[in-house]
């Protein structure tokens, strides 16, 4: 955004779009606040990506099911335990086969040491049934879940940005194809399309973020299509066309300048709705594979852990997602505000 | 009218052709060969080849795209690979579970989020309405997922008031016993969005002229929003509810897999796993369909609400 602020050279000609959609949402309190929040968030799911932290979230560190600290230690459990027999030991060794080589047996294990793990009876926030520290792993989930919700959607925004700007710009045969296309892909509940793409990607982080793009993209493609076919017969592009300004630059360095806060505003819907997306395909079994962590495959583990009173993984993950999709969603609006005032209030 | 209906139906035919071209490429190139998903993890590579033959794996490409395009033509879909049950049998008997689910749904979403969004609207700028407004953007921002989980764990789990899951033979025993708490996580949760939705709809027509117009006659402020501004706020209502309808389906749909229904989601998310082609193709199309059908009543609705509405 800054490079192109500084790009526009300043003097009569007046604000850039960005520039004046930059002053609009410094001037948003709620937007400020829900940007800084979003990129803190960002920062974390990078600096974890970078393995800075959470990169030792399979670490067994806790007793199983371990409580947060401020819960305390789980009291003892007093079911399952053998009561100690009360009688004197019976001496079997003359009819146990096995007593000949206990002494060997117990020579041979001298031989390997085992490093007794002292485990921790209570994490920062709570242990899963493994005893990991949930905060750490709820880390590495969040980074997982925000970055397949952040990739899928720059993906679906650029199919969507590409395949309606050839549809609005050129229209003709080419449009009636592609309206054809979209026509197909919204005419199935997306949910449909999310299974069948599912199953036949397989599971993975790339494949998920491939699977939302290509059943997501549509949204971003109606409204871009819309501006382009606005757009294309405006003054600036006849005149761009009359200068002799290839199709190509006519679409790609007139419009879509002109366009993209469009695609912006989109791309960060987009964002919201496929991080939730991510967590019902990974609870499903269809998102990420087993040896991941991602908010969904921690809620899945969580329904059956809350029967038998263990909520805090499932609280951690709500809070956490809780925060980061609010202060997005806050964003976008604070976003689309600054970017189009015509809607401001819409919504 | 009539020639309007017949156009919405007759170009619905390329739509319905690409969604069976798209799903029948999409399993064909890039999906698990399906005999041997049947054949399972024991066949020996003939038992296989006899499951391919069986199924017509074996003939050209286009040859198979040729017998489902008769298929869908006559309507006859065959059976199922994995259950051998008819797939229009298969479509009719989960057909109902999913009704169950999202017509309720459907109902109570937009019958509560009126009054709701009316209330908001008129009490607009109070500390009410940015209070309900700021729970309504974090509800929003909680998966679906929790919403499930922590309302079977404690209505139905602790509190016992619902089952936690199930599903019956007797239609009434669904709706008013299973399919309950289902529909009240989606209300709950659609709840929010629609709020927000439709305040901003009636905020919209609060704005304009005739309302002034409605106050300066002297008009009591129960009357202009319940006769004026309610009547003409229906038409984006209606608009949002053909839009918000796909999303009623992936709720229902969710929700099925969550509550072990046996609906037509489950049922998709099944065939889906174990690459019935039959069943997968078929629903796609009938789905597409009912879908399309749908948006067509929606917009003939539209007409009856809105006499102004020039149908093209």
Redesign the interface.
Known sequence: MTAVTSSSPAGPRGQSVWSAAWRRLKSDRVGVASMIVVLLCLLLVIATGLGLFASDWQQEVGVPNAPPHFVGPAPPEAIGTIAQPKGPDVDLSDVDPLAPRYKEWAERALKYKTAAVARAETLPLGGDNLGRNVWKKALKGAQVSITVGVLASIVATLIGTLLGGVSGFFGGKVGDLLE??Y???T??????LI???????GRGVLPVVMILALTGWTGTYRLIRAEFMKHRVREYVRSAEAIGASRFSRMFKHILPNVSHVALVQLSLYV?SFI?YE??LS??GLGVSVDQVS??TM?SE??SE??LGYWWQ?AV??VM??V???A???FTDALRDALDPKLR??? | MAAYVIRRLWQMI???L??V???FF??KW???DPAEVLGGLNASPEQIQVIRDQLGLNKPVLDQLLIFLRQVVTLDWGRSWATNEAVSHLFATRLPATLTLMVPILFLQVLLAIPFGLTVAYLRGTLVDRTVMVLA??A???????YV??FQ?VFA?RLGWFPVQGWSNSFWTNLTNYSLLPIIVQVAVALSPYT??YR?FF?DEIGHDYVRTARAKGLSERVILLKHVMRNAMIPILTNISVAL?DV??GS??LE?FFSIPGL?RE??LA??R?DYPV?QA??IY??AL??VINLLTDLLYKLVDPRVVLK
């Not at chain 1, 299974?195 to 990607?201: I, K, L, S």
């Not at chain 2, 929003?140 to 929790?146: H, R």
Request: aromatic share 18%.
């Open positions: 054809w296309v026509n197909v892909f005419a199935m509940p997306s949910i449909l299974f069948a793409f599912a199953v036949v990607f919201v939730k967590v019902i609870y499903l908010w969904g809620l969580a329904q809350l029967l499932l993950v709500t997602m809780a980061f999709v609010t997005f969603s806050l209030g819409l919504e | 390329p739509t319905l690409g969604v071209l798209l799903v999409l399993f890039f999906g698990n953007t974090v929003v921002s909680i998966s679906l997922l929790v989980i922590v764990y789990f927000r939705l901003t905020l796909p389906f992936v749909f969710l897999v989601g998709t998310l889906v796993n690459g997968i629903f796609a789905i597409a879908t399309m």
